[in-house]
C-alpha cells in the first residue's frame, strides 16, 4: 500500500507538470465567458426545456453498455459485462480528475486485476479501440462537414468518398490482425529507412499487434466495428436531445457535427476533463454556423458536457466502492506501471495480477 501523502504529493506534481493543458483551459474559459452576456447565460439555462434531460440520460447509458460490449469484444470476453462496465467507468472518472488522461492506464490496471488479465492485453485492447474511435470522429466530422458549409452540390459525393475511405481505413486494420507477422517485418524495414520511426520500440508495437488479435476473426470485427458505430450514432443523439432543450429547432445534423469538432478538440492539452475545451469548440462553432447566440452555445456545452463528468465521475465512484478502492491508491499503482525507469513487461510474461479479498 502506497503512502497516501506520497501519493498526493505525486498528483500534485503531474498537475504542476500539465500547466500547458491548464493554461490552454484557463484561456478558453476566459474568452468564452468574456464574449458571453451572463444574464443571457442564466436565462437560457432557465428556460431550458428539461423534459428532454431524462430521455438523454437514457440514451447516454444506453451507450455505455454499448461501448461495454464492444471492448469485451476487443478482449474476447475474457472479463465479465459488470466488471468492464465499472473499470470503462473507473476510467473516465480518472480522466476527468488526473491529467495527461491516465484513466486509460487505470480502467486497464483496474480490469487486469479483477479479472485476472494480463495489464498489457487490456491496454492494447484500449488502444486500437481508440484507433476506432479516432478514426469514426473524423469520419463524422468530414461527411457533416459539406452538409454544414451548405455546399450541396459536392456534399453527397463527398460524404460517399469519406464513408468509403473510412470503411477502407477499417478494412486495413482488420488484413494488419490477420498478417501482423509480414507486417511486422515491413515496419521495421521502413525504420531502417526513416530514422523517426524508430522511436517506436518493438514492444509498443508488440502490444497494439496483441489488441489487433480480436480482430482476426472476420465476425467479432464486424461486431466491433458495429458496435462502437453504434456508439458514436448514440453519442450524437444524446447531444442532439439535449440541443432541443436548448433549440426546438436545432437539427441532427448540428448535433453530428459538434460531437466531430468536440471529438478532435478534446484531443488538444487541457485541465482534466476537457474542461474549457469543450465550451471552446461549441461556443466558437455553433454560432457562426448554426445562428445561435453565444450564451445558448454556451448553455449548451456546460449541459451536455456537465451529463458526460456527472454521470461517469458517478458510476465510476460506485465501481471503486465495490472493488473497495480509492482514487488514491488507484493513482499510486497508475503512476508504478507507467515510471519510466520501470521496464516494460512483454506481451504474454506479464506478472499475474494479485485478487483483493472480498
Do not use: C
Not at 86 to 107: K, S, T, W
Not at 211 to 234: K, M, P, Q
Amino acid at each position: 500500500m502506497r503512502d497516501s501523502s506520497s501519493t498526493t504529493g505525486s498528483i500534485a506534481r503531474d498537475l504542476r507538470r500539465s500547466w500547458p493543458g491548464l493554461l490552454v483551459s484557463a484561456v478558453l474559459l476566459v474568452i468564452v465567458f468574456a464574449v458571453v452576456d451572463l444574464e443571457a447565460l442564466v436565462d437560457s439555462l432557465a428556460l431550458a426545456d428539461y423534459r428532454y434531460f431524462f430521455p438523454a440520460l437514457l440514451i447516454f447509458l444506453v451507450g455505455l453498455g454499448v461501448r461495454t460490449f464492444a471492448w469485451r469484444t476487443l478482449l474476447q470476453e475474457a472479463a465479465g459485462p459488470k466488471k468492464t462496465f465499472f473499470a470503462l467507468n473507473e476510467g473516465y472518472l480518472l480522466n476527468n480528475l488526473l491529467p495527461f488522461r491516465l484513466g486509460e492506464f487505470g480502467r486497464a490496471f483496474l480490469l487486469s486485476r479483477s479479472a485476472g488479465i494480463g495489464f498489457l492485453r487490456v491496454l492494447s485492447s484500449i488502444a486500437v479501440e481508440r484507433i476506432f474511435d479516432l478514426s469514426l470522429v473524423v469520419g463524422v466530422l468530414l461527411i457533416t462537414l459539406p452538409f454544414v458549409v451548405g455546399a450541396q452540390e459536392w456534399a453527397r459525393p463527398a460524404a460517399l468518398s469519406m464513408g468509403t475511405a473510412l470503411l477502407l481505413v477499417f478494412i486495413f486494420l482488420h488484413l494488419l490482425a490477420r498478417n501482423q507477422d509480414r507486417a511486422r517485418g515491413w515496419f521495421q524495414r521502413l525504420q531502417q529507412r526513416l530514422p523517426p520511426l524508430r522511436r517506436i520500440g518493438v514492444d509498443q508495437l508488440d502490444t497494439l499487434f496483441q489488441g489487433l488479435a480480436a480482430l482476426v476473426d472476420l465476425r467479432r470485427f464486424l461486431l466491433v466495428l458495429f458496435s462502437l458505430g453504434l456508439t458514436w450514432l448514440l453519442v450524437i443523439y444524446h447531444y442532439y436531445l439535449v440541443l432541443l432543450a436548448f433549440v426546438p429547432h436545432g437539427e441532427f445534423l448540428w448535433a453530428a457535427f459538434g460531437i466531430g469538432v468536440v471529438g478532435l478538440g478534446v484531443a488538444v492539452p487541457s485541465a482534466p476533463g476537457s474542461v474549457g475545451v469543450v465550451q471552446g469548440v461549441i461556443v466558437a462553432v455553433f454560432p457562426p454556423l448554426f445562428g445561435l447566440s453565444p450564451a445558448v452555445a454556451l448553455a449548451y456545452a456546460l449541459t451536455v458536457h456537465a451529463f458526460y463528468l456527472v454521470v461517469t465521475s458517478v458510476l465510476g465512484l460506485i465501481g471503486l466502492a465495490l472493488e473497495r478502492e480509492s482514487l488514491t491508491s488507484v493513482y499510486g499503482e497508475i503512476r508504478t506501471r507507467i515510471r519510466p525507469s520501470q521496464k516494460v513487461e512483454r506481451p504474454g510474461t506479464e506478472e499475474k495480477p494479485q485478487h483483493k479479498d472480498p
